[in-house]
């Protein structure tokens, strides 16, 4: 075709076709690997044969060996203590101190490799590789980048309000370590149990707000203002419907005691998801905006306000902020299995595998779920958000949580099997929701087809006679 | 205990003085809040579990928050937190309220008040005794409280509604 | 809205994530509405037009690559017409044909970066963009095969365009033309439904037909507000006027009609590259210009549509090598300056967003 | 979690809570007393009305000694919401009428309020 010489196709072409995938990666690995991984699998499945039988047997109910539930250590290390005749103080505070490194190291570790995890997904969500240079498939990348924050300087502008500047960091990261308290995460196994567990749950979120507001107030700079402005009145707006989608939780399972509320789902065998699903997404979404995730992130919104409430931090403050998003997003996946996805129990399998890995699965599998949002969606605007908490979900919940009412009343009074009313509640409460929500939106003035009108194919050319003139016909 | 006491009213009432000699009116703001947590603290060693994390709730999380939105529409200039001359008047009148209550705290004798019986019913639970009293007992108090709360809500918002005045330019 | 609140100056850029380049604006914020808005350009200012003056015509093409960075086949174009205009250069039919070619899929690589960066602005963190990118990336690969450059092209030459496309060029170009249709589906799946994409776009940033005539934008930002105006079809240059194609016009002329008439400009594109393709002759790339041309006295005003609207190249004569004046119309420029007129009374999401409609490259701004 | 160890074999009685109680409700005082700024009257007065809690929650606590069984000692409790409800109104009007103020006067200091004045 061409008197050209050939020349050879771009290196970046040449390197996008020789490009193997896993699969052909694993089939070129050499035969003792492929021999290991195989030991390995059975190893694995011959350890849960024995464990399924030491389980069947009923022998290990209780054990302080019975690491199904960790709770059960604690408690034998408690009456140990109380038999040696230690002072009550000393097992109070061990169990506490205990317990707190649990769910610090449950934090912590979690901020070690959430951001791995964060970017990782999001990068294979955009046909990216994400970080993949440090380690064996970039896990050491969060190490690199703490390293790397805590190594840069800490600029402090100098009209920011010093104290002030230096406090959220901090006050931020409290209520977020701080929601782990009732959580349970087995049967004996939540650091503080306490019979008003939803009404913490919902103070302790309701702190973050404050920090927040510090942080965008005394960096002094508009960006930062901004960003804590909106997202003090989206926290304040979004703590509504949370309460009430959690009412109606209450409602039906009758205790603000977490681990009972996941009893009851577990003792009923159903989720409260499908027995209420607009708390459940009125929870979920309400909680994006109150943590600052995609598609309700506009307190950080990137493209408008560059970081929003934390422009002016940098170095580890910055990562303080950061890493409390991170810490945040999994307490909500946390809540969000505890209220909605039945907790640690998973419909009978937690006698054979350890209720906090149910747990920590159903974490990750909300988080997933952030992380996929966070790829795929736009964001909304401010009064597009505002609006839609104050139009839209307080309405609904307030018509939710009547209807769970009176479903509660009955239930109560209930006498033959439990499954009956469960399943017509679900199927009722389905079938209501779609409808109000469809009716109510357009009670709004929500008007799918006028939104979707696309452009059309010019018929003539022009400037503006011929634009009149599409424009009238 | 006795430490968790001491802490908890050592946090509070240095807290509380903060807000009184902070300059700022942010920064007493900020130590106003420490010293609602002390207090939810100190309810929460009277074992009073609903009314400590409601108080976390309606004291640090809310009001704080509205006073945040209210030092924000107001100016820079009134962000200070100066005192006027009544302050020594003030202090007088409150140093006297504060001996009154101490001594009669001191002086009378709660000693029998103290004794060992304390223990025993220590309430596990105060939420379902506090439902049954708000809708059994009190629940005209109740009803008439939610209302309170209503009207404060439409008070407040038509207070601070926008009444735009005819020729004015948005 | 809340008109007691005081007003307060923030400053967007020169370096701000959405401000695509280094280019400032200085907003007087009331709450989160703007009042006002002063834009800031020159950032990037390279006294291109005046350097131009002091090079031959030759010269002068790698400055359209500089001017327009995302569509330099479009500048090259430009001022490569402009100039065979004014010396009265005749071009081969395969070189038309093959700037047609490369002008489209500078179009489609275009408007991916711009639809995609929109969308980024809007907040969809980055996804629409990379996905939109791979298509850029391709693209550019076959840049980089024909000319060497990815970016800076310096294709078009007067009399023709530099190389012939490589034997590997056919078969990729057929492969991606064949692939595109596809990848404009997923696209307009993923985001043409999307509520909360709708919620963002639809109503804002309206521009009228009349204001966009009285503010002579061009391009899809024109397009989009319903003025059914495309040089390709209005005067056609090359051999546009052999090929079947339709021209993409909005019906209510806000960010959502231009975001879609950009979607729908690269459908087109793909069409022409169809029928390009197909009727490619054979024969020479370049007809043979002497390197230091002396166009006789005169002067010219050339213009394509590039994917940001009206390339226009206006270039004086005196009989020497160098052009005594060399005028870019920058496209992004003028379609800028209805920004401010946009902007005022909209909240700061929704500027950010119209900004991004409109699709600015701060390289064409400054020059 | 375990139990809270029982207050009995503690030493905190109710004459400390009470002086506690006394002491913030002093602060409270003088802050409300003697500030310029409306917001900052506001914090004082919610002080002292958390003082009043302290001091009703105490009496609650340490009058359950004396009524085993029953809910008398939860009274305080209820008390202690109707407060809790009241301090909330109050905020809510107070601030919406501090705003307001400023909008009309300006200023939200207490010492120029003096539209009363003769």
Same mark, same amino acid.
């Given at each position: 075709m061409s008197e050209q010489p050939m020349r050879p196709a771009t290196p970046m072409l040449r390197q996008i076709a020789e490009h193997r995938s896993l699969l052909q990666r694993f089939m070129g690995v050499s035969k003792e690997w492929k021999g290991f991984a195989l030991l390995l699998l059975g190893g694995l499945g011959l350890s849960n044969l024995a464990i399924a039988y030491v389980v069947i047997d009923g022998r290990l109910d209780g054990q302080w060996y019975d690491i199904r539930d960790l709770g059960n250590v604690t408690q034998h290390l408690r009456s140990w203590m109380q038999d040696e005749g230690f002072h009550p103080a000393v097992p109070y505070l061990t169990t506490a101190l205990l317990g707190a490194l649990g769910i610090l190291s449950v934090v912590g570790g979690w901020l070690l490799i959430g951001s791995w995890v964060e970017r990782r997904v999001l990068a294979k969500f955009q046909i990216r590789q994400g970080p993949n240079r440090t380690g064996p498939f970039g896990l050491f990348q969060p190490i690199a980048d703490a390293v790397k924050l805590m190594q840069k300087e800490v600029v402090i502008p100098r009209v920011a309000d010093k104290f002030l500047y230096y406090a959220p960091p901090v006050i931020i990261f409290i209520p977020a370590i701080l929601g782990w308290g009732p959580v349970p995460w087995a049967g004996k196994m939540s650091f503080l149990?306490? &019979?008003?567990?939803?009404?913490?749950?919902i103070a302790i979120s309701s702190?973050?707000?404050?920090?927040?507001?510090?942080?965008?107030?005394?960096? &002094?700079?508009h960006y930062s203002l901004l960003g804590a402005m909106r997202t003090v009145a989206m926290m304040v707006s979004y703590e509504i419907p949370i309460s009430l989608a959690l009412l109606a939780v209450v409602l039906?399972?009758?205790?603000? !005691?977490?681990?009972?509320?996941? $009893?009851? !789902? $577990? &003792?009923? &065998?159903?989720?409260l998801i499908f027995l209420l699903p607009f708390a459940a997404f009125t929870f979920l979404f309400a909680s994006t905006a109150e943590i600052n995730r995609t598609p309700n992130d506009i307190g950080e919104a990137e493209s408008e306000i560059v970081a929003g409430f934390y422009t002016e931090y940098s170095g580890m403050k910055a990562g303080l902020f950061m890493g409390v998003e991170l810490g945040n997003a999994i307490l909500v996946g946390a809540m969000m299995a505890t209220f909605f996805l039945g907790g640690y129990t998973m419909f009978g399998l937690e006698t054979w595998i350890p209720g906090y890995l149910i747990l920590a699965a159903k974490i990750g599998a909300v988080y997933f779920l952030f992380v996929w949002l966070r790829g795929t969606l736009p964001r909304f605007r401010l009064d597009q958000l505002m609006g839609y908490a104050w139009k839209f979900l307080i309405p609904l919940s307030v018509v939710q949580v009547l209807l769970v009412a009176v479903e509660a009343s009955i239930f109560a009074r209930w006498e033959t099997p439990a499954l009956f009313p469960l399943a017509a509640f679900a199927l009722l409460n389905l079938g209501l929701t779609v409808e109000m929500v469809r009716r109510w939106a357009h009670a709004l003035g929500y008007a799918p087809e006028v939104a979707q009108q696309q452009p059309v194919m010019a018929t003539a050319i022009g400037g503006l006679k011929a634009a009149q003139k599409m424009r009238g016909g | 205990m006795i430490l968790a006491f001491f802490a908890l009213s050592g946090l509070t009432v240095a807290s509380a003085l903060l807000v009184f000699v902070a300059r700022n009116l942010l920064h007493a703001l900020a130590f106003l809040v420490l010293s609602f947590l002390?207090?939810?603290?100190?309810?929460?060693?009277?074992?009073?579990?609903?009314?400590?994390?409601?108080q976390v709730l309606i004291y640090a999380g809310s009001i704080s928050v509205l006073m945040v939105f209210a030092v924000m529409l107001t100016p820079l200039a009134s962000r200070n937190n100066g005192s006027t001359l009544y302050v020594i008047p003030a202090m007088l009148a409150a140093g006297g309220l504060a001996s009154l209550i101490g001594f009669v705290a001191i002086d009378t004798e709660w000693d029998e008040r103290k004794g060992e019986a304390l223990g025993v019913s220590d309430f596990t639970t105060t939420v379902a005794g506090i439902g049954d009293l708000l809708l059994g007992r009190y629940l005209l108090a109740f009803e008439v409280a939610s209302v309170l709360l209503l009207f404060a809500l439409l008070g407040a918002i038509v207070l601070v509604q926008e009444r735009r005045r005819a020729g004015e330019e948005a | 809205m809340n008109s007691t609140a005081e007003p307060y100056v923030l400053n967007i850029g020169p370096q701000h994530p959405s401000t695509h380049g280094v280019f400032r604006v200085r907003v007087v914020m009331d709450g989160e509405v703007i009042r006002d808005l002063d834009m800031i350009v020159g950032y990037l200012h390279r006294s291109m037009e005046k350097l131009a003056e002091e090079r031959t015509y030759t010269q002068n093409i790698p400055f359209t690559d500089r001017a327009d960075y995302l569509a330099a086949m479009s500048g090259n174009l430009g001022l490569a017409l402009g100039i065979e205009r004014l010396a009265g250069i005749d071009v081969p039919e395969r070189a038309s044909y093959l700037r047609v070619i490369f002008a489209e899929l500078q179009r489609v690589a275009s408007h991916a970066m711009a639809n995609g960066t929109l969308v980024s602005d809007a907040g969809a963190w980055q996804t629409p963009l990379l996905y939109m990118f791979r298509e850029r990336e391709k693209i550019l690969d076959l840049f980089e095969m024909t000319c060497g450059a990815r970016l800076t092209t310096n294709y078009m030459r007067a009399g023709g365009v530099s190389f012939e496309p490589p034997a590997e060029f056919w078969p990729a170009l057929n492969e991606l033309v064949a692939e595109l249709p596809g990848r404009i589906d997923e696209y307009m799946e993923l985001l043409a439904d999307n509520e909360i994409f709708l919620a963002r776009t639809r109503g804002i940033g309206i521009i009228t037909p009349e204001d966009a005539i009285n503010g002579s934008l061009v391009g899809p930002a024109l397009r989009g507000s319903g003025v059914p105006w495309d040089l390709r079809k209005a005067e056609p240059y090359c051999v546009y006027d052999r090929f079947d194609f339709d021209v993409p016009v909005g019906t209510r002329g806000d960010v959502y009609d231009r975001f879609m008439c950009r979607m729908m400009e690269t459908r087109e594109s793909v069409r022409i590259l169809k029928q390009a393709i197909a009727q490619i002759p054979p024969g020479p790339h370049k007809n043979d210009v002497p390197l230091a041309l002396r166009p006789p006295v005169g002067e010219v005003y050339s213009r394509v549509e590039g994917p940001r609207g009206e390339n226009g190249f206006y270039l004086v004569s005196d009989g020497g090598p160098a052009p005594y004046r060399f005028h870019l119309r920058a496209p992004s420029l003028i379609n800028l300056s209805l920004l401010r007129e946009l902007a005022r009374g909209a909240s700061l999401p929704d500027a950010v967003v119209t900004l991004g409609s409109i699709d600015i490259v701060v390289g064409e701004i400054d020059r | 979690m375990p139990p809270i160890p029982a207050i009995e074999d503690l030493s905190i009685t109710l004459a400390h809570y009470l002086g506690l109680?006394?002491?913030?409700? =002093?602060?409270?005082?003088?802050? @409300?007393?003697?500030?310029?700024? =409306?917001? @900052?009257?506001l914090m004082g007065v919610e002080l002292m009305l958390n003082a009043v809690n302290l001091t009703v929650l105490a009496f609650s606590r340490f009058s359950a000694a004396f009524e085993e069984g029953g809910s008398a000692p939860l009274e305080g409790h209820v008390f202690v919401v109707f407060v809790l409800t009241v301090a909330a109104a109050e905020a809510a009007v107070a601030l919406a009428m501090a705003v307001l103020v400023y909008r009309r006067r300006e200023t939200v200091d207490l010492d120029r309020f003096n539209l009363m004045r003769g």
């Open positions: 149990d306490l &019979n008003v567990g939803v009404l913490y749950t702190l973050g707000v404050l920090g927040v507001f510090l942080a965008g107030w005394s960096s &002094n700079n039906l399972t009758g205790s603000m !005691q977490l681990s009972t509320i996941v $009893a009851w !789902q $577990a &003792n009923y &065998n159903a989720w | 002390g207090m939810a603290g100190l309810f929460l060693t009277l074992s009073a579990d609903f009314i400590g994390v409601a | - | 109680a006394g002491t913030v409700f =002093a602060i409270g005082t003088v802050i @409300a007393l003697s500030k310029r700024n =409306a917001v @900052a009257v």
